[in-house]
Nanobody
Framework: QVQFVESGGGSVQPGDSLRLSCVVT????????MAWYRQAPGKQREWVAS???????NYADSVKGRFTISRVNGKNAIYLDMNSLNVEDTAVYYC????????WGRGTLVTVSS
């Protein structure tokens, strides 16, 4: 069974940084596309950033210039380096391959507050 396992969240102050990690476990071939999503309290889950095997990366406008997605070569594992965090970044962060995927991990909670 394929599982998405996220980690690295925490409580930080505005302007701080965090690094999130995601590992996909289970019997699965190397994924071509992986992405980070987040769900803020009372809001729908949204796409944050994605990376494909060729190295092409894309970001939501709200995080562009502050977040960096990276991938472990040849592995189904990605990171999200988050800098200059603000209160609007408070959310549970998930990794997956599709916003409409039927299977999601527990996510990792990022709380930004002063």
């Amino acid at each position: 069974q394929v599982q998405f396992v996220e980690s690295g969240g925490g409580s930080v102050q505005p302007g701080d940084s965090l690094r999130l990690s995601c590992v996909v476990t289970g019997n699965i071939a190397t994924l071509d596309y992986m992405a980070w999503y987040r769900q803020a309290p009372g809001k729908q889950r949204e796409w944050v950033a994605s990376i494909i095997n060729s190295g092409v990366r894309n970001y939501a406008d709200s995080v562009k210039g502050r977040f960096t997605i990276s991938r472990v070569n040849g592995k189904n594992a990605i990171y999200l380096d988050m800098n200059s965090l603000n209160v609007e970044d408070t959310a549970v962060y998930y990794c997956n391959i599709n916003l409409h995927s039927p299977s999601w991990g527990r996510g990792t909670l990022v709380t930004v507050s002063s």
